[in-house]
């Protein structure tokens, strides 16, 4: 993931929902422009966004979700998909059906960003 592209912050990274609903559970791992890694959640419809964990890192990075059951793990890694560190984990009650992808987002609601994702992998165990 890079952010070379906008001259905005921005935060960009995967995301799993329980639905497309705007206020719809969710795991999200993002890495801002402003060199800021977070791992946030919201387990209820409707309720506050958390965030599990934080770090100061700069993209590229590439990042992993691991889903078992309802235990959402992620990991990142800066070494081109080697050397994976957990960074955190939650639970969520997410349906038969779920959302994952690539999700971007502008960290000011006055201001447009771009994110530019490169050397996607989705794999299934």
């Not at 995301?15 to 800021?36: C, G, H, N, T, Y």
Request: glycine share 4%; hydrophobic share 40%.
């Amino acid at each position: 993931m890079s952010h070379d592209v906008s001259a905005n912050d921005v935060k960009a990274g995967l995301m799993i929902r329980k639905s497309l609903d705007k206020d719809s559970p969710f795991v999200f791992a993002s890495i801002s422009k402003e060199k800021e890694f977070c791992f946030d959640v919201r387990e209820v419809q409707g309720q506050i966004v958390n965030t599990i964990s934080k770090l100061k890192i700069e993209a590229p990075y590439w990042l992993r979700f691991e889903k078992r059951e309802n235990k959402i793990t992620c990991y990142i890694s800066s070494s081109n998909r080697l050397n994976w560190i957990k960074i955190g984990e939650t639970e969520l009650d997410l349906a038969e059906e779920f959302y994952i992808g690539m999700a971007a987002t502008s960290v000011s609601n006055k201001n447009v960003s771009l994110a530019r994702f490169k050397d996607v992998d989705l794999h299934t165990w």
